[in-house]
Every structure is written in structure tokens, then in C-alpha cells.
């Protein structure tokens, strides 16, 4: 009987000497609000990855699905945001014979100045015009992500180091 009470109290003694920290870590800031960053979610980076993909196929319905009504894609090269309802989604990629891009890295993250669900990625970009213009690009890209699970803004900066 002694062996039985034994093995029941060595898991139940185990398991109250560990401890959670329930606490959220944070480091970073942003030097505007001083606010701190934290670590964000997987799920955001599946969403994203779902994005990618979806303009790699020229997909305009799943493309459609992931983002808010309005989109608002501040491209590097332009000193001002372009403004998509969703509805242009098909305007938008019709522009395009075909799109490649590859992907770096994802980071979530969140930030009370910036967004509470915000995924960095770098990527390797190669846009295929119907026109037969081709862009190479190696860009930075910060996702932003609402509580519907939408990506409502993209905000990109260029890399003049190269596509590689």
C-alpha cells in the first residue's frame, strides 16, 4: 500500500515544484511611445504564409478572404499608401503574369504604438508583368493583422543589398 501512495505522491510532487510564469516578457522599444514589444503568435504567421502564398498563385479569392475591406500597402517606393478595397483584388494581380517570392523569415510580434498583431518578413520577390517588365526585389515587409484575423495593412521597405 505504501509502493501505491508512493506513486501517486511523486508525479503530484514533481509537478508543484514547477513553476509558470504567467508573466509576458517583454524587451525592445519603440522610441516614439516607449512602448515595449512582445513575442506574437504562430497562428499570425500561418495567415501571412497563407497571403504569400496566395499572391504566388494569383489567387484573388483566397487573397480576398485574408484581408479587410480595405487594404492599406505602403510600397517602398512610393511616398504615399495605396488603398485597396478588396473588391480590386483581381485588378490588382491582373497586372501580373506571374509572382515568386520567397520567404526569409516571419517574425510576430506586437506593439501597443504600432499594432497589437504585427508580422515581419523578409522575402525575396520576383514580379512578372504582362507587360514583360520584371521586378527583383529583397524587401522587408511589416504585416498587420486585425481581431477579425485580416490583414488590413502592408507596409515594405526595400533592401538595396539585392535578390538573392
Not at 504615399?80 to 520567404?103: G, H, W
Request: hydrophobic share 40%.
Amino acid at each position: 500500500m505504501k509502493k501505491i501512495i508512493l506513486l501517486f505522491l511523486i508525479p503530484i510532487m514533481i509537478l508543484s515544484c514547477q513553476t509558470t510564469n504567467e508573466e509576458e516578457k517583454s524587451a525592445g522599444v519603440w522610441v516614439l511611445s516607449g512602448d515595449k514589444y512582445t513575442l506574437g503568435s504562430d497562428r499570425d504567421v500561418e495567415i501571412v504564409k497563407k497571403m504569400i502564398k496566395s499572391f504566388n498563385d494569383l489567387n484573388t479569392n483566397e487573397l480576398s478572404e485574408l484581408i479587410a475591406d480595405t487594404i492599406n500597402f505602403y510600397p517602398f517606393n512610393s511616398p504615399i499608401a495605396i488603398k485597396l478595397p478588396n473588391s480590386a483584388m483581381e485588378t490588382f494581380t491582373s497586372q501580373y503574369d506571374s509572382v515568386e517570392t520567397k520567404s526569409i523569415h516571419f517574425l510576430p510580434y506586437s506593439n501597443d504604438a504600432q499594432g497589437k498583431r504585427i508580422v515581419q518578413t523578409i522575402q525575396n520577390e520576383n514580379l512578372y508583368y504582362k507587360d514583360g517588365r520584371i521586378d527583383s526585389l529583397h524587401v522587408l515587409n511589416l504585416w498587420f493583422i486585425n481581431n477579425e484575423n485580416k490583414i488590413y495593412s502592408i507596409r515594405q521597405f526595400n533592401a538595396a543589398w539585392g535578390n538573392n
